[in-house]
């Protein structure tokens, strides 16, 4: 079984430019989530997905941060503009549903460093 | 509200010794508890987690935890440690009906040979 992937793997861009950072999660989950991981602290949700729906955006930080999940598939999480602040690992999970006892599957992960 | 709170940023054993990592919680309702570990440049994988059957959870790698709701802990352990489980480990607390995970700060753990 394929796992979640994501991409790009790296990504450094320059504060106030744009980034966009892609996930596929595991086929057939319905629950997918971002999270924000900076260095030395554990990952905080951002966004988190039910289908195509949102179901928590209360950490995404919203006159920045976007994401949408098209067709309850993929997902796209965009930053405009970054700020030195959002250099950080964005890591990408699903989940089959949203249960509090589901596990929750990560992907590799996107580092992201704002100069 | 939940939280965690891991006790230790950096844990260092030998080869062979056992390993404790510490995990404490805080939730409003009866929690569901989770130990993810993280190799440099890589996702997280689950070690284990409690989802309020036995007491007593059993992971992957040789790795177990103990949930103890009267000291709000959920420890990690294992008995013999091995150089390759040397990462960093996450503790997370999910108390809620969507899944949210709230993650400790996390532990890394080294081991000497």
């Known amino acids: 079984e394929a796992g979640v992937a994501q991409s790009p793997r790296y990504k450094i861009i320059e504060k106030r430019q744009s980034v966009a950072f892609w996930c596929n999660p595991i086929?057939?989950?319905?629950?997918l989530y971002w999270y924000q991981q900076i260095l030395g602290q554990g990952p905080k949700l951002l966004i988190q997905f039910q289908n195509n729906g949102v179901v928590d955006d209360s950490q995404l930080p919203k006159d920045r941060f976007s994401a949408e999940r098209l067709k309850g598939v993929d997902s796209t999480l965009k930053i405009q503009p970054a700020k030195l602040e959002d250099s950080a690992v964005y890591l990408c999970?699903?989940?089959?549903?949203?249960?509090?006892?589901?596990?929750?599957?990560f992907g590799p992960g996107t580092r992201l460093t704002v100069l | 509200a939940q939280s965690v709170t891991q006790l230790g940023s950096h844990v260092s054993v030998s080869e062979g010794a056992l390993v404790l990592l510490r995990c404490n919680y805080s939730s409003s309702v009866p929690p569901y508890l989770f130990w993810y570990v993280q190799y440099p440049n890589q996702g997280l994988q689950l070690l284990l987690k409690y989802t309020s059957a036995a007491t007593l959870v059993k992971g992957i790698n040789g790795f177990e935890a103990e949930f103890k709701k009267s000291e709000t802990s959920f420890h990690l352990t294992k008995p013999s440690a091995h150089m390759s489980d040397a990462a960093e480990y996450f503790c997370?607390?999910?108390?809620?009906?969507?899944?949210?995970?709230?993650f400790g700060q996390g532990t890394i753990l080294t081991v000497h040979p």
């Open positions: 086929s057939g989950h319905a629950t």
């Open positions: 999970a699903s989940s089959l549903t949203s249960g509090g006892q589901d596990t929750q599957y």
């Open positions: 997370a607390v999910s108390g809620t009906s969507y899944g949210k995970l709230t």
